[in-house]
Structure formats: structure tokens, C-alpha cells
């Protein structure tokens, strides 16, 4: 997989991506550098630029309200448990949610709210070439789901 200068110039950006573990930091250059080169540099070069970090807490995609204006992808720790196909399809899940406008979402609660703008992102990701591990990262969550749901009943 060849990176474009532009990824590792951000991933190398110790106060723009703040994500230490290695294997959510390998996802994030996978889908970065699998972006069309438009996407991803509007994403890392754009008016709002992104800042991408890592938290124990809050997942999901938060667009803070500064004047200048910039973009926050928080990232849970959590992540690192799910194989990488799966981050992968995760982190484009997200960043599709970005390069289409949207603000405030997370993949906690997928499917509950805004189902539309759930549908648009996994759909830009897919044109993205990103089927597979999003599919992947969308049936484990399925499945946690009715395994819950099991257990409520039983
Ligand atoms: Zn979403």
C-alpha cells in the first residue's frame, strides 16, 4: 500500500492525529490512503482542518465550534479489539460522515438516529471501495445487538 506524502505528513503530526495504538493508527493510513486523492485532501489540507484523536470515552465525529472552524474525529480505544478489516471500515464509515457535512454522529447508536445520514456514509464509503470491512464492522454490530437483546429476554 503506498501512502501519499500528505497521510504520513499527518500521521506524523503529533498534535493534528493524537491515536497511539498502532493498529488504529494502521487502519487510519489504510483508509487515507485508499481515499480519492480529492477526498483526502480536502479532508487533511481543507479550510477546516482535521484533528483526529484517540479516546477511552467518546466515539464518533464532533465538529467543534471555533471561529476558524475545525474538525474533531474521536476515535474509541475500544476500536483495537475488533480485527483491522473492521476498523477500516469504521474509520471510513466516519470520515464519509465528514467529507459529506455531517456533525455529531457516532457509531455508538448507529442505526437508532438519523438513519439517512447513517445510509448516505456507508454508501460514500462503499463508492470508496470500502464494502467489505464496513460490512464486516456493520454484521459484528448486528450481531452484538441481538446477543444483547438475548440476554434482556432471557
Ligand atoms: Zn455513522
Same mark, same amino acid.
Given at each position: 500500500?503506498?501512502?501519499?506524502?500528505?497521510?504520513?505528513?499527518?500521521?506524523?503530526?503529533?498534535?493534528?492525529?493524537?491515536?497511539?495504538?498502532?493498529?488504529?493508527?494502521?487502519?487510519?493510513?489504510?483508509?487515507?490512503?485508499?481515499?480519492?486523492?480529492?477526498?483526502?485532501?480536502? /479532508? =487533511?489540507?481543507?479550510?477546516?482542518? @482535521?484533528?483526529?484523536?484517540?479516546?477511552?470515552? !467518546?466515539? +464518533?465525529? &464532533?465538529?467543534?465550534?471555533?471561529?476558524?472552524?475545525?474538525? /474533531? =474525529?474521536?476515535?474509541?480505544?475500544? @476500536?483495537?479489539?475488533?480485527?483491522?478489516?473492521? !476498523?477500516? +471500515?469504521? &474509520?471510513?464509515?466516519?470520515?464519509?460522515?465528514?467529507?459529506?457535512?455531517?456533525?455529531?454522529?457516532?457509531?455508538?447508536?448507529?442505526?437508532?438516529?438519523?438513519?439517512?445520514?447513517?445510509?448516505?456514509?456507508?454508501?460514500?464509503?462503499?463508492?470508496?471501495?470500502?464494502?467489505?470491512?464496513?460490512?464486516?464492522?456493520?454484521?459484528?454490530?448486528?450481531?452484538?445487538?441481538?446477543?444483547?437483546?438475548?440476554?434482556?429476554?432471557?
Amino acid at each position: 500500500m503506498k501512502s501519499l506524502p500528505s497521510v504520513r505528513h499527518f500521521l506524523s503530526d503529533k498534535e493534528r492525529c493524537r491515536v497511539s495504538d498502532r493498529r488504529i493508527r494502521r487502519a487510519l493510513e489504510e483508509v487515507l490512503s485508499r481515499l480519492p486523492e480529492v477526498v483526502s485532501q480536502a /479532508l =487533511l489540507n481543507g479550510e477546516r482542518p @482535521l484533528y483526529i484523536v484517540q479516546s477511552s470515552r !467518546i466515539g +464518533g465525529v &464532533v465538529t467543534l465550534g471555533f471561529p476558524s472552524g475545525l474538525t /474533531l =474525529l474521536t476515535l474509541n480505544e475500544a @476500536l483495537k479489539e475488533r480485527p483491522l478489516g473492521q !476498523i477500516v +471500515g469504521i &474509520v471510513a464509515h466516519e470520515l464519509a460522515h465528514l467529507a459529506l457535512g455531517h456533525r455529531f454522529v457516532s457509531w455508538e447508536g448507529k442505526r437508532k438516529l438519523r438513519l439517512r445520514g447513517e445510509y448516505e456514509a456507508d454508501a460514500l464509503a462503499c463508492q470508496w471501495g470500502f464494502q467489505g470491512e464496513l460490512m464486516a464492522a456493520l454484521l459484528t454490530g448486528v450481531e452484538e445487538e441481538a446477543s444483547r437483546r438475548r440476554e434482556r429476554v432471557s
